[in-house]
Every structure is written in structure tokens, then in C-alpha cells.
């Protein structure tokens, strides 16, 4: 159980345009989503956090306006990148948790989604 | 606020030869420790966690860690690896109250040699 699945898992865009990446719990209904972005060879850095039906909280440094995060529902959270550039090519995370995962609410790790921005 | 720091970037070992994978944390609250994997272009996969009681800590495919609160080190540890191992390994601590969040080392690429 506990399964997130991402969507896509690969694409590349010209520079300007939108990207959505979506995340979805598949057995469970998340209460809480965070994004992660993970350059080369480099840790993981959480972006944001978001709880379903309320606005995401940004990360120090992190552009409210370029990534946008919406999690309408219980089972699915979308990260949309806005006018990507080349800069904002990385590998992007997502993880679920829900109130009561275990009484350290243990997140569940999507896999990723490789982004190219040419 | 909690910091982790893996000090090793990289750790070349030969198959079946035992390995530690160093980890320590600072944090001025009770953490909980993780250890996760990831093989390339893929997510995370937790491998053991410690929570609270015994300091040593099991987990999936022959990996244990154990806590030391004195030293603030949680290392990992298999006594014979495999080249399936080869892998970038993470090390992670949440505070036990308040945040979610978690906070991640630098990770370590564990490469096993035949």
C-alpha cells in the first residue's frame, strides 16, 4: 500500500512554455503533498508543501509565481512550471503523507519526473 | 532547525566486502532518522528508520543502522554488498513534533566493484 505515482515521468519543452507534472496517491488520500527538486549528483530540496484545499507554502527561495502548486483534491497534486527556462531543468519529486500515516507520519516517495527545458 | 551531513560523496567497495555509509545530524529537538535509496531515475525507497527504543535498526535488503545520541550519527551499515547495491543513498531526519518536513544530506553514491 501507499503507492504515489507521478505523471509524467520524462519531458522536455522549449524554453517559455508550461509544464505540469502531476502526483497522485493511489490507495491512500493525502492529506499533505510536498515537492522536492533534485539537481545532478545533489540532494534533495523541498520546494513546498501543500495540504489539500489550501494554498501550497513556499520554501525560502522558492517563486510562488513560477511554480505553481495546486492540490484540489485528496489523491492529486499538480506542480506547473511557468515559463520554463533552461535553469529549471531538474528531476522533480513529490510525497504523500495523510493525519494518522503512523505516528510520524511517514512520507511516500513518488517517482520523479525528469525535466528538460531546451 | 536540523541539519544532516554525509560526509562521504562516494564509497567504491568490491562485492561482498562489508561497508558504512556515514551519517550525522545536528538539531536542537527529538529527530527521527531515515535512510532512503535511490537508483538512478527513480524515487526514493525507505530502507529502516528509527523512531524510538533499541538504538540498532534493520531494514530491507540486508542494510541495519544505529543511533548514536551522543556522537548525533545514525550510519549505515551491510556486511556483504552486492552490485545490485549500487545505488545513491540518503540519509534523513524530521523533528518529532511540529514540522513534516523533512531534511536530507547530500547523499552518498555507494558503487560496488566486481
Known amino acids: 500500500g501507499a503507492v504515489v505515482s507521478q505523471h509524467p515521468s520524462r519531458v522536455i519543452c522549449k524554453s517559455g512554455t508550461s509544464v505540469k507534472i502531476e502526483c497522485r496517491s493511489l490507495?491512500?488520500?493525502?492529506?499533505?503533498m510536498f515537492w522536492y527538486r533534485q539537481f545532478p549528483k545533489q540532494s534533495l530540496m523541498l520546494m513546498a508543501t501543500?495540504?489539500?484545499?489550501?494554498?501550497?507554502?513556499?520554501e525560502q527561495g522558492v517563486e510562488k509565481d513560477k511554480f505553481l502548486i495546486n492540490h484540489a483534491s485528496l489523491t492529486l497534486s499538480t506542480l506547473t512550471v511557468t515559463s520554463a527556462h533552461p535553469e529549471d531543468s531538474s528531476f522533480y519529486i513529490c510525497?504523500?503523507?495523510?493525519?494518522?500515516?503512523?505516528?510520524?507520519?511517514?512520507?511516500?516517495f513518488g517517482p520523479g519526473t525528469r525535466l528538460t527545458v531546451l | 532547525a536540523q541539519s544532516v551531513t554525509q560526509l562521504d560523496s562516494q564509497v567504491p567497495v568490491f562485492e561482498e566486502a562489508p561497508v558504512e555509509l556515514r551519517c550525522n545530524y545536528s538539531?536542537?529537538?527529538?529527530?527521527?532518522l531515515f535512510w532512503y535509496v535511490q537508483y538512478p531515475n527513480q524515487g526514493l525507497q525507505l530502507l529502516l528508520k528509527?523512531?524510538?527504543?533499541?538504538?540498532l535498526v534493520k531494514g530491507i535488503n540486508g542494510f541495519e543502522a544505529e543511533f548514536n545520541k551522543s556522537q548525533t550519527s545514525f550510519h549505515l551499515r551491510k556486511p556483504s554488498v552486492h552490485i545490485s547495491d549500487t545505488a545513491e543513498y540518503f540519509c534523513?531526519?524530521?523533528?518529532?513534533?511540529?514540522?513534516?518536513?523533512?531534511?536530507f544530506g547530500t547523499g552518498t553514491r555507494l558503487k560496488v566493484l566486481a
Open positions: 510525497s504523500a503523507t495523510w493525519t494518522q500515516a503512523s505516528h510520524y507520519n511517514e512520507q511516500f
Open positions: 490507495d491512500f488520500q493525502a492529506t499533505t
Open positions: 501543500s495540504n489539500e484545499g489550501s494554498k501550497a507554502t513556499y
Open positions: 538539531s536542537s529537538v527529538s529527530v527521527y
Open positions: 528509527y523512531l524510538s527504543g533499541s538504538t
Open positions: 534523513a531526519v524530521r523533528a518529532t513534533s511540529g514540522t513534516y518536513k523533512y531534511i
